[in-house]
């Protein structure tokens, strides 16, 4: 299950460009869910959007209008039966994204070009 959400955050942390809608980075989320065989998934709670003072200043859904740009803060938390990610992201000038909340010395594993927690079993 941690495999599936962290491909399923690829899809999304890839389309955080400046410029993107909130309801298309929705939008591709939940296809995302659904080629990974949870079509509901989407559904069973909030999956994120900006954030700053609040926890999500715009919590995306299927139509938040609202467009990222550079210097916005993200976080996503996609998730599925118990398996979760979620960490802080700012969409920079080059429209890379610099995370803000890793821990490089947590074990992890490079999904599309980021390192990503891993589940620690017990």
């Not at 118990?82 to 700012?90: M, P, Q, R, S």
Request: glycine share 8%; charged share 20%.
């Amino acid at each position: 299950m941690h495999s599936h959400v962290r491909e399923v955050e690829a899809v999304i942390l890839n389309l955080c460009q400046p410029g993107t809608r909130l309801d298309a980075v929705y939008h591709a989320l939940a296809q995302a869910y659904e080629q990974h065989g949870f079509p509901n998934a989407i559904r069973e709670h909030h999956q994120g959007g900006t954030t700053g003072y609040l926890a999500r200043e715009i919590v995306a859904n299927q139509t938040t209008t609202d467009t990222l740009a550079e210097g916005i803060a993200v976080a996503w938390n996609p998730s599925l039966g118990g398996a979760k990610v979620e960490d802080t992201f700012v969409i920079l000038k080059d429209g890379k994204l610099e995370n803000l909340t890793f821990d490089p010395n947590f074990p992890n594993v490079e999904v599309e070009g980021r390192l990503r927690p891993v589940h620690l079993y017990n």
